[in-house]
């Protein structure tokens, strides 16, 4: 079946050199701010695998090495726990170390108690400390009414008890829906202020130890080296959060309210669910190839462990069990060769693809045309994770027999606290009518086949069909368009997440096409500048979805005006963030895409904006023209599209 490659759309010549200038314009007068040029600061900045723009594994110089704990054991991308091997204390080793006798397991019954081998990592090639997870989590509280004892838990009996809690406090205090419910609302406190929070010279001394205990490799890393840390993000966070109640009536109602009742067909009603967690995250190394490490090819086959010491707790190590394997032992995980689909040895790195089935008519796929986009999952040396005509189905995903390929596992964000750990796909358009939709699905205003989730297939995570976990996955995606389509420029998104002996990465694919004519048609470009900051190991292409810059307005796709409010606390709340936060022109490029202002955005930053005098509003979603609510522009209803004087945005042109 003949295929087509995918079109990248572009904006007219005089478009891109407007906007070239205005670009170079803004990095002249933000150069200071963000010290882009100070000698040192970015030494991998630039596009290749060499800079990590985009990381590639193995061909980027370095390897990404992701340590994760969860109440005490080493947790996988998977859900899996980790254990000892031969050095647990009942194997009669001669070198042990503090370490669990059982395992929690992430997600209850789904997942045996006791711990499986300790996690593989390759011997004689070289690491860098890419991500740093501890996290303990308890539901022993279930009080709303006293948020003090899950922080005397914190301080405590939490594995950082020691640490210096003085001057701690409440610092967010926020609702927000709960997806899995219709009218269930979920809260989340944080706390913060501790003493330990405000140290900036403090390190982790990363050791991995032999079979017998001696240390075979060692590395220093910096907290503040890592780019990412700030709680809104997903990082490091301490926290009480219970969810699956209904709406407060009040401001500062803390009762367990009940939920609605459903509607026939809906999701039954769960009971209230507890959290507290207190989770150290750092992640994403901003200068990976000074700080690598190697693990002795020797030492291949043998179990070992990774000892990390942090600076604030000297004599409270963490410890994560490793087994060092190579390529060539007979173990080691198999690939499929994209020239002739022989079997291989994986590499490091995932790389999705996407070709399409060619429209009928050669050039352009018609409004109620149906055809079928074939994607592919491969490693960084080119090989497929998984049979040329299959995905992995979700039970070897669960059993660890996916080559890292990593599906959707809810545990990892509800009971653990990580963002963004599976594969999806989603298909969007046309590109000049995306913008963040308001409100219920049906207000997006365009096409969208959404199917994040849905791999390898969309009952498979919830186990909401027979069977279907059992399924291998399609390659081949039916994408239909309506018969209303818009012509223009469209998109697919592939997002590929593997963790692979050791190391964490994720890659979006776009994949650009024409529906209904030729002529290409591109995003609003209402916002942009993210390389401004983001550059080198710390590009875009390198965290969070693995995208890169050019398709920044592409995050539409899947999230709505709950991200609008997501982007802006998470750089509100960034010690990276280096520039004016109340000056708007930063990453915003039009004058249009900063003034819808409204309650779900301005309290991002503004927490108290209007205190309760829209109490009410704050927990309503439905978007009306008149009355203001969670969503709707405050701008339209109520101030005019006068945006507050205290805020820098884009100048109003008459060509917007």
């Not at 927000?176 to 009218?183: H, K, N, Q, T, V």
């Not at 490029?589 to 309290?603: D, F, H, N, P």
Request: glycine share 10%; hydrophobic share 35%.
């Amino acid at each position: 079946m003949s295929e087509i490659p995918g079109r990248v759309p572009r904006a007219p010549l005089r478009a891109r050199v407007l906007g070239a200038l205005t670009f170079l314009a803004s990095v002249g007068l933000l150069a200071t701010a963000c010290d882009l040029f100070k000698p040192g600061q970015h030494p991998l900045a630039g596009a290749g695998p060499r800079a990590m723009e985009p990381y590639v594994g193995r061909a980027s110089g370095a390897l990404r090495l992701g340590l994760q704990l969860y109440n005490g054991c080493g947790v996988l991308g998977d859900g899996r726990n980790t254990g000892p091997g031969s050095l647990a204390a009942d194997a009669g080793s001669a070198f042990t170390y503090p370490y669990p006798a059982t395992c929690t397991p992430l997600a209850g019954p789904t997942r045996p108690a006791t711990a499986s081998k300790p996690m593989p990592v390759v011997a004689g090639v070289p690491y860098f400390l890419d991500q740093l997870t501890v996290a303990e989590v308890s539901s022993l509280h279930t009080n709303p009414a006293d948020l003090r004892a899950p922080l005397t838990w914190i301080k405590t009996a939490s594995p950082f008890k020691n640490l210096d809690w003085r001057e701690t406090a409440v610092v967010n205090d926020e609702w927000s829906f709960d997806r899995a419910l219709i009218g269930g609302f979920s809260r989340e406190v944080h706390y913060g202020g501790a003493a330990w929070m405000r140290v900036d010279d403090d390190t982790f001394l990363l050791e991995i130890l032999d079979a017998e205990g001696n240390v075979v490799a060692s590395r220093d890393y910096p907290r503040d080296s890592f780019s990412l840390m700030n709680p809104v993000g997903g990082h490091t966070q301490f926290s009480f959060r219970y969810g699956a109640v209904g709406k407060p009536e009040f401001l500062g109602d803390a009762r367990l309210n009940a939920v609605p009742t459903q509607p026939v067909g809906g999701a039954p009603v769960r009971p209230p669910s507890f959290r507290t967690l207190a989770r150290l995250d750092v992640e994403t190394q901003g200068t990976p190839h000074q700080r690598t490490f190697v693990i002795p090819e020797e030492l291949r086959g043998q179990d070992g462990v990774a000892r990390v010491t942090w600076s604030l707790l000297p004599d409270e190590p963490f410890y994560f069990p490793l087994s060092f394997t190579h390529p060539e032992e007979p173990s080691f995980p198999q690939c499929w060769s994209a020239a002739d689909a022989e079997r291989v040895p994986c590499d490091f790195g995932i790389q999705p693809e996407m070709t399409a089935t060619a429209p009928a008519n050669g050039e352009a796929y018609e409004p109620g045309e149906t055809f079928h986009l074939l994607m592919k999952f491969k490693d960084g040396a080119g090989n497929l994770l998984h049979p040329p005509d299959a995905l992995p189905s979700y039970n070897d995903f669960m059993a660890g027999n996916s080559n890292g390929l990593l599906y959707q596992y809810s545990a990892h964000n509800g009971t653990f606290g990580e963002r963004a750990v599976w594969s999806s796909m989603s298909v969007q358009g046309p590109l000049h009518m995306m913008k963040p939709f308001y409100g219920p699905e049906g207000t997006r205003g365009w096409f969208s086949q959404w199917g994040r989730g849905s791999l390898p297939n969309a009952a498979a995570p919830n186990n909401s069909v027979t069977g279907a976990r059992e399924i291998a996955g399609e390659t081949r995606w039916p994408v239909e368009l309506p018969v209303d389509a818009v012509a223009g420029t469209y998109v697919a998104l592939l997002k590929g997440n593997r963790q692979f002996m050791g190391e964490r990465t994720v890659q979006t694919a776009t994949f650009y096409f024409q529906v209904g004519q030729a002529e290409r048609t591109a995003f609003p470009q209402r916002v942009g500048n993210c390389d401004i900051c983001h550059m080198g190991p710390t590009s875009l292409s390198n965290i969070s979805m693995g995208m890169d810059t050019g398709a920044v307005e592409a995050c539409k796709a899947c999230h709505g005006s709950s991200t609008t409010r997501f982007i802006h606390q998470v750089h509100m709340q960034s010690a990276h963030y280096p520039v004016r936060k109340n000056d708007c022109t930063v990453c915003h490029l039009k004058y249009e895409g900063a003034i819808r202002a409204s309650l779900i955005t301005c309290t991002a930053c503004h927490m108290q904006a209007h205190a309760a005098q829209f109490f009410d509003q704050a927990f309503t979603a439905e978007t009306t023209s008149d009355v203001p609510n969670l969503q709707s522009a405050c701008g339209v209803v109520c101030h005019e599209m006068n945006p507050p004087t205290a805020h820098i945005i884009p100048p109003k042109r008459d060509s917007q």
